[in-house]
Each structure stands twice: as C-alpha cells, then as structure tokens.
C-alpha cells in the first residue's frame, strides 16, 4: 500500500513537472540489444502488447518479432500495433498478410496505400515515434525502427550497424509511455484522420479546461528546476500538434541554457531552430564545451546539405562539430553536464520538432548520464572533426539561403505554426 501510494503521488508532481520517480532505466544500443529485450518481454507476456513504430520492415529480424506477437496472441495476449502508412509503406502488404487470421490488430497511421492520400490534409505529419509497452510493467523507448541494424532501406546491407539507442524503462513513467501508446494507436485504428487533441484521450470538459490551462500558462515546458523526486527521476516527454507542439524543442533549449560544464548531442538531421542555435551559441560562448555529432556516411543528401548551411555560423562561435563516418547515424541523443540526458525519436530539424508525432524520455540521473556518455564518448573515437574554415564564402551564402528558403516552403506546406 505504501509503494502504491507514493506512485499516485510521484505521478500527482509530475502534472505540473512533467517528471516522475522510481523509475528503473536501462540504455540499449542497437537493434541487436533492443530486440532480444522486447521479445523476452513479449514472450512472458500475460495480458497485452502494445508496439507503434514509423518504420516495421519485413527482412528477417523483423519477422522474428511478428513471429513472438503471433505467438504471444496464440497465448490469449492481447497484441495492438500501429504503424506509420508512409514509413512502413512497403512492408504493409506482407504484414497485413502475416497477422491476417490471428487475434493481432494492426492498424496504419495515415495509410497512402491511394493516390489521392497524399492530397490530404496533414499528411506530411508522421508518426514517428517508436514505443513498446508489455503489461504495463516495462516499456521501451527510442529512436530505433523495426528493421535490422545492417539494413538500410535504400542502401541495402552494410558491415557495421547504425549507431542508435533506445531505452528499457520500468516503473511509474511505464503508464505515461502505454497511455500515449493506446491513445495513437485507437486515433489509427479507428481510421479516420482526427485533429491531434485524441492523442491525451481525455473527456471532452476536461480537455477544454487542459486548453484554457495552456491559453494561461503558455507552451508546455517540463521544469526550470530540478524536481525533488526518488531515483531514477524520468519525463516522457511528446511532441503533438495540439498542446506539445514545441515540448522537445523546450526541452533541449531550456537544458542548454542552463549547461554549465557540457553539452554533448548526437543527431543524424540538424537543422535547429533560432531557440536551439542561440543556446548552442550562447553555451559556447560563456565556456561550456559544445559538440554535435553529425552524419558522416549520408543516407539522405538533402538532410547532410541542410546540416553543413549552419557549420560556418557554428563553429564561429566555438561550437565542435563532428561527423560519424563508420557506419550510418541513427541515433537522437543528448548528455548535459553528467546528468541530464536524452534518448528518443526526435531530431534536431523542422520534420521532427514541428510536424511529426514524436517521444523522447528525458532522465535525470548521473550514472545513466555517464553511461550514455561513455558511447557518446566512443562514437566521437571514431568520428571526424570538422574544420574551421568549412561553409565559408558566397557559396555558403547562398547555400544558407536556399535551405532555409526550403524550410519555410516546407512548414508552410506541412501546416506548422510560429517561427522557426
């Protein structure tokens, strides 16, 4: 009765905060440490399995999990999944054919399986995030997409894995992560392209008094101080486009702002905002070290194009810049100053920050901080620096000028609101 009663009031703080205590966080790398962890979980499943994922490929990996969902819905399980129409487009077909017939029920966020679907409003906000809840006891949460590490889409198989993580969490933050998860998943299945106030699932009344709440108070941040919970002291942290609109972008600015020793940022399309770069900027300056680490081995060239229009100005004002040149990036991850840190869905660029449906877990706990540190710290072993004099001169210039005249077309076009 005790433990219980200190989650109900771990969750009644984190209402204002956004953080929760008691949690058990746990850091994966890679496909090859996430997936045998979710199908462990899947396998000793007893009642239900939810999975949203923007990318659920069908090589072998991912049929192996298929397989462990159908088997856990031959167990009696109830299976949910929700994947996103454009990112798993061409796996779509042989999933539907792989779950017809069981207990699963898989639904499609924003399908564009017709011509016309991509005349739609809103289509160019995708579901991005990639989550997994099993009982409501562990959820998983990152930045890594059903598809083998040594896969890519486009480029076929490569010899080493992309760099990514995602999270194994246990505890209070659990309930956050599998509300959110239903909430997308009934928006998707219901099958009809309702504005993204379903995704709090709440009642009409009380979501009206959230949106005066919000008119009052202004954009969702989590906190300027530190909250006052029990280890290991976690935030869920969305982005929508109805109340959380900028929550990740908060995020991010509101932690740089407040670095005093470090900021260390992994991110494979970076194209931030004014907010980003000014504290990006502004840390530097005042003698914290900044460094990013970027895309090396491009897997879109536009996105390694829009990231170089903002090195010159970067590394101007002391910020390190890297590029990840081993393999493909894939990883959204941040460490600030040994103890706040980062693992999610989100990049730094307008397609994450103002358009798609994202999740980040943002924790407050230095040995997990360290621990993310120390990959970080590995990566940029591997990695190359960029020099100073890169993305200098008119052509720069004008390089500068064309992307961000094709971000603004683009938020025009994708319906995001405010600058950026």
Known sequence: MRRLGMRRRWRHQATDTGFVGGNEVELLRGGDQLFPRMQAAICSANREVWLATYIF?????????????????????????????????????????????????????????????????????RLHQKLCVVDGEVAFVGGINVIDDRLDIHHGVTELPRLDFAVQLRGSIVDLVGQSLRAIWSRAWLGRDFDDALL???????RFS?????????????TDAEPQLPPVCAAFVLRDNLRRRRTIEHAYTDAINTARQSVDIICPYFYPGQR??????????????????????????????????????????????????????????????????TVGSSNIDPLSLLVNLEANVVV???????????????????????????????????????????AYVFLRVAGAAGRY
């Open 200 to 206: 709090d699932y709440v009642p009409l009344r009380r």
């Open 210 to 222: 959230l949106w005066l709440t919000q008119l009052w108070r202004g954009p969702q941040r989590l």
């Open 57 to 125: 490929h069908d090589d072998i990996t991912s049929l192996a999990l298929v397989e462990t969902l159908l088997a856990a819905d031959r167990r009696g399980v109830r299976v949910r999944i929700v994947v996103d129409g454009f990112g798993s487009g061409p796996s779509i077909a042989t999933l539907r054919e792989r779950f017809a017939g069981s207990g699963v029920a898989f639904a499609v966020f924003r399908p564009m399986d017709r011509w016309w679907h991509w005349f739609k409003r809103g289509q160019l906000r």
């Open 364 to 406: 407050l706990d230095r040995p997990f901080a360290l621990r993310l540190q120390g990959e970080i710290e590995t990566a940029l072993g591997v990695s190359e620096r960029v020099g100073e004099k890169r993305g200098t001169g008119l052509r720069a210039i004008l390089h500068r000028a064309v992307v961000a005249w094709f």
């Open 276 to 341: 980003i770069r000014l504290a990006l900027r502004h840390a530097a300056r005042r003698g914290v070290r900044v460094r990013l680490l970027l895309q090396g081995k491009l897997d879109y060239r536009l996105a390694g194009w829009a990231a170089e229009a903002l090195y010159a100005d970067l590394l101007r004002h002391g910020v390190e810049i890297y590029e990840y040149t081993p393999a493909f990036l894939h990883a959204k991850v941040a460490v600030i100053d040994d103890h706040w840190a």
